[in-house]
């Protein structure tokens, strides 16, 4: 008996934006800009002129933000603050950024047993293999 064949809808090349639900847009714009280098965009929403919408730009991707109780439609199902786990990846030497996020204060989620003795762990991302830290966003969300 053969396998019927089925063609996608769409063949999806890259991420274009998510969006993450937040207590608070300026704290968030202000812990992603100061503590991962992301720009802070504000835009006028192309449906709604009235209403001005925020971002977070990075590389070519971009997260949307959505303030609690204020989210834009369409929207997900199931919004919430501190919902997310993000793994995003740097050129900068994993081991340094770890150092310079506890020296600015964030608190680090560490996985003990797992530690390669210098706070990083070796995880599989969508490029293979990848040195990783964690830390969480002030929504609580996991950052990699």
């Known amino acids: 008996m053969s396998t019927p064949t089925t063609t996608p809808s769409a063949k999806i090349t890259s991420l274009d934006h998510l969006?993450?639900?937040v207590h608070s847009i300026p704290l968030a714009?202000?812990?992603?800009?100061?503590?991962?280098?992301?720009?802070?965009?504000?835009?006028?929403?192309?449906s709604t002129?009235?209403?001005?919408?925020?971002?977070?730009?990075?590389?070519s991707q971009?997260?949307?933000?959505?303030?609690?109780?204020h989210e834009f439609e369409p929207?997900?199902?199931?919004?919430?603050p501190g919902s997310a786990d993000l793994c995003f990846l740097t050129d900068d030497r994993v081991q340094d950024v770890r150092k310079r996020l506890?020296?600015?204060?964030?608190?680090m989620v560490d996985l003990k047993g797992e530690e390669d003795g210098d706070g990083t762990v070796i995880r599989t991302g969508a490029r293979g293999r990848l040195r990783s830290v964690y830390c969480r966003d002030e929504d609580g969300n996991l950052v990699e």
């Open 75 to 80: 929207k997900a199902l199931n919004v919430k």
């Open 62 to 69: 971009k997260i949307n933000l959505h303030e609690s109780g």
């Open 49 to 59: 002129p009235s209403i001005t919408r925020h971002s977070l730009i990075f590389g």
């Open 102 to 107: 506890v020296e600015a204060g964030v608190e």
């Open 29 to 46: 714009t202000a812990w992603y800009s100061k503590h991962l280098g992301m720009r802070h965009e504000s835009f006028v929403s192309f």
């Open 19 to 21: 969006v993450l639900t």
